[in-house]
């Protein structure tokens, strides 16, 4: 298994929307396997291929306190049930050392494949709903900074550049 490199915000490659999985072959599997060992190594609860620059509809994602639910979501397609709204303080790896308070749908029904091609249904509230939606989001090119303000958003943009040139320079 290969570890990958996450891409930080803000790279203009997290803005790539994925493709549709057309194909449920080793590659696919290799490309899985690589996010898991990728997100359990950076301690995330998700990943989406989006942040790995590879720019298909593949999720991972394992809530699990002890890394033993790994779950994947493939073409996933995600439905609002009822219009509760709740708050949740999310993260991202692709922003990282950032939290802000988040407001989204509280309730959900996700329609997916998984790894194997099979379709499957799910309803999802709590932690589930979160991170489903947050996920979905960087398929669909979106970071949790764009539901923030302009001036958050870019003094988080400002830190970040410095960090990363920092980076670079050492
Ligand atoms: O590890 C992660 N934690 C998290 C916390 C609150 C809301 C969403 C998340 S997802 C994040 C990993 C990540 O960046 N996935 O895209
Ligand atoms: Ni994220």
Redesign the pocket.
Known sequence: MTRLTILEYPDPKLRTIAKPVTEFNDKLQTLIDDMFET?YD???????AT?VDHHLQVIVMDLSEDKSQPQVFINPEVTVVGDTQKV????????PGF?EK?DRPADVRIDAKDRNGKDFSIEADQ?LA??IQ??MD?LNGKL?VDYLSALKRNRIKDKLVKAHRKQKAS
């Not at 950076?42 to 989406?48: K, P, Y």
């Not at 949740?88 to 922003?95: A, K, M, P």
């Open positions: 997100m950076a301690h995330g609860i998700g990943l989406a942040q949740y303080e999310e993260g991202c790896l692709s922003v939290h988040i932690l979160v991170c947050h996920e960087h949790f």
